[in-house]
């Protein structure tokens, strides 16, 4: 039976012991009692034997504890001493002796402009004092954890510096943010921890930190206090020129990797390969093929594999499977240093119900809606951020904000995107509820992304911030201060499944889908695109790219070759997902590595030599990527050839005199004395042809000069007479006897 004591208050020892005691700061610790004129020391320290109270400054003991009950509760005056000071706890277990630096001493380390801006939606660096920071409090050296759970009774920090004891940390309430905090001085880095959270119905909750920088492999998934640690950045001339660059007028191949998979290690091959090894050999390969951008599927700590990371839980977590978060600042930078712009994928639109994650945090609805009807996602059994709570919008604004300013990412891709912007996105009639207007726009979704894009690119010049967006959602690029969302470029969606179509026919029909290969260009102009070949597309039994193509092995690679010709020529930046510039056979496996074996063998080193080659030739001239956004920068010369499964079509740069002209035939038919129009009164040279002997092809190649003839053909004043290869892909450009080498 508990007795009451002089040190506490009727009933707060039953309720501190309890864990129903909210204000815990305001018992445990230093306080000044008998109006000032004396000072007790309280704490909960289950199983001490003896605790005495030292003072800081010289570690001398000013006073013994009573031990007021066999629970742990210690209780005591102070001596001859009326104004509080720091001091130490020396602790005697039956096994040992501790010295404590008592958290209970300290005030809180928040600030109260981050507290506002942080209940005002606006906060892009709430990791800063979410979560858990190093800091130096009052002359100590410790760890200021911070969570917000508004609608708890108490927070209690657990974790292999207190036992996982909830008793030993509750944390302070601040009931006007819904934050709670403490800094603890004894603890180390790479502790685990999490938050034992007391629901308003008096349920405990064991809870991840959803903003720690370091997390637990799964099964445990417990938060790490990270490593004190800072990384010496060599890349200030690569964000400078960044911040000076036009990216839509520049040239952007995009090589998406998925670091899990993209090779593996070990004497069974299923190790990770870690940050060293991708800087000795994935940065080099992007080099050498020529790639601008990588971009890496997400890195946010998940616990599933089979989610790909696009089920995180560590939001602010880079995942343990590769290395640390030096590991991957020490990636990005070699990047840079190569210059290769580093993309990544970033999934603002769900969250998953994991029991350690956001999913009822406090024991209510905090990142997600109650109703689901709005909250949750039927396609994926996920949850959806509330995009209207204003803490939801700083948590996210934060993340995204942590990723570019930390790591020095390039830009972000954000998954999903049409699943944010429509309120009834993949749900029947009785499924969802309008908007304020009886619409199903989300418009709390769309005013998030606005002001997403917007501060983004205000605080970090030159990046890119990239929508996979698959409807036809008006202005998508376009300026927020244009009612558009604000994105720099948007996923071409209808691009990649027209033309996957398309060359999944057999050549025999293909001028029944000719409309496939030029329906693009009807819209082409009307948003900034990149087209996007992407691990979707070859995975959950579509089977790989060259599997999708019918015929015998020779047709398969010869129209592979061919269909990435035409997309390197297509207004629109260019996205691979990796494995397919060497034409992979198999669909893509996350549980193991590409097949690089396949490159023993000439056909798949062919296709790997034109993609390199495709990337060469992209980004010597400017014609192909300067006006990728603008209709002036392209011209049919014949869109219309159905009966011969040939498209004809040219591209302009800045300098209209340095055009290039393609020629795509996806029929195995060779065509001898095939005239073109040409933009130019030169020579022109074939620059690079899919049938090239090199690439694995039948080596039906132009390989003289062509001159030009005053005959007008395809609305040009002048023409050309060539061969066309067999399912192939040649560019032509003025002979450069003639003309200044391009240069972009």
């Not at 002359?139 to 510096?161: E, S, Y």
């Not at 800094?183 to 064991?206: L, R, S």
């Not at 009834?424 to 894009?453: C, K, M």
């Amino acid at each position: 039976m508990t007795v009451a004591t002089p040190y506490f208050h009727s009933g707060s020892e039953i309720a501190l012991l309890n864990g129903e005691y909210t204000d815990v700061f305001s018992l445990l610790g230093m306080h000044s009692i008998n109006d000032g004129k004396a000072l007790v020391v309280r704490c909960l320290l289950p199983g001490a034997l003896s605790v005495d109270v030292l003072s800081a400054k010289d570690h001398r003991k000013v006073a013994s504890l009573e031990h007021v009950n066999e629970q742990g509760l210690f209780a005591g005056k102070i001596a001859r001493r009326v104004k509080p000071f720091q001091y130490l706890l020396r602790v005697k277990y039956p096994l040992c002796e501790q010295l404590i630096i008592d958290p209970y001493q300290f005030d809180s380390v928040l600030d109260p402009d981050d507290v506002y801006l942080f209940g005002e939606g606006s906060q892009l660096q709430t990791y800063h004092f979410q979560g858990a920071n190093w800091r130096q409090h009052h002359g100590v050296t410790g760890v200021h954890f911070c969570v917000w759970a508004p609608n708890a009774k108490q927070v209690a920090l657990i974790g292999d510096f207190n036992l996982w004891d909830k008793k030993r940390h509750v944390l302070r309430h601040h009931p006007g943010s819904g934050l709670w905090d403490i800094f603890i001085a004894d603890v180390e880095p790479e502790q685990h921890y999490k938050y034992a959270i007391c629901d308003m119905h008096g349920n405990e909750i064991i809870k991840s930190d959803p903003y720690a920088v370091a997390m637990q492999p799964s099964p445990h998934n417990a938060s790490k206090i990270p490593k004190p640690e800072h990384y010496d950045w060599q890349d200030s001339d690569w964000l400078t020129d960044r911040a000076s660059s036009q990216s839509h007028a520049q040239p952007m191949s995009i090589y998406e990797v998925q670091l899990a998979s993209w090779r593996r290690t070990g004497d069974d091959g299923q190790d990770y390969t870690d940050y060293t090894q991708l800087i000795a050999e994935l940065v080099p390969y992007v080099k050498e093929m020529g790639f601008t951008h990588l971009q890496l599927m997400p890195i946010s700590e998940y616990p599933f594999d089979g989610s790909w990371g696009y089920q995180p839980v560590g939001l602010f977590a880079p995942t343990y499977r590769f290395g640390d978060a030096n590991g991957l600042k020490a990636f990005i930078d070699e990047c840079h240093q190569q210059g290769i712009a580093v993309l990544l994928d970033w999934v603002p639109a769900h969250f998953p119900r994991d029991p350690h994650g956001l999913v009822r945090f406090d024991g209510s609805c905090l990142y997600e809606h109650e109703d689901p009807r709005k909250g949750e996602h039927p396609d994926w059994d996920t949850l959806i951020y509330n995009y209207g709570r204003a803490e939801v919008r700083s948590f996210l604004y934060s993340n995204a904000y942590y990723w570019l300013d930390e790591f020095h990412f390039d830009g972000l891709r954000l998954d999903a995107v049409s699943s944010m912007l429509y309120l009834d996105y993949s749900r029947t009639a009785d499924q969802w509820v309008p908007n304020e207007f009886g619409g199903r726009e989300n418009l709390h979704a769309i005013s998030f992304l606005q002001e997403l894009n917007a501060r983004m690119y205000q605080s970090f010049p030159g990046i890119n911030m990239i929508a996979e967006e698959s409807t036809a959602w008006p202005g998508v690029t376009q300026a927020t201060s244009n009612n558009g969302l604000g994105f720099g470029f948007k996923w071409n969606m209808g691009w990649m499944n027209d033309t996957l179509r398309y060359i999944s026919s057999d050549p025999l029909f293909r001028r029944y889908h000719h409309g496939e290969l030029t329906f693009s260009l009807v819209y082409a102009f009307t948003e900034q695109f990149i087209l996007s070949l992407s691990h979707d597309e070859v995975v959950h039994g579509k089977g790989s790219l060259l599997h999708k193509i019918p015929g015998d092995d020779w047709q398969k690679f010869a129209t592979l070759r061919a269909y990435y010709g035409f997309m390197w020529s297509h207004p629109g930046k260019k996205l691979l997902f990796m494995g397919n510039e060497f034409a992979q056979r198999s669909e893509w496996n996350h549980d193991q590595s590409l097949d690089w074996h396949l490159l023993t063998y000439a056909p798949h080193q062919g296709v790997q030599d034109w993609v390199r080659d495709l990337n060469q030739c992209y980004q010597q001239y400017p014609a192909l990527y300067q006006r990728d956004h603008n209709s002036d920068g392209f011209q049919w010369l014949d869109g219309n050839n159905a009966d011969n499964n040939i498209l004809v079509f040219c591209r302009f740069g800045i300098n209209k005199q340095q055009p290039v002209v393609i020629v795509v035939n996806m029929s195995p038919q060779v065509y001898h004395d095939f005239r073109i129009g040409v933009p130019t009164d030169r020579d022109y040279v074939e620059i690079i042809n899919s049938d090239h002997r090199h690439y694995g092809g039948s080596h039906v190649v132009n390989d003289e000069a062509c001159e030009t003839q005053a005959t007008p053909w395809q609305g040009m004043p002048q023409s050309i007479v060539i061969t066309v290869p067999p399912l192939g892909c040649c560019f032509w450009a003025p002979a450069l006897d003639e003309l200044d080498e391009p240069t972009a």
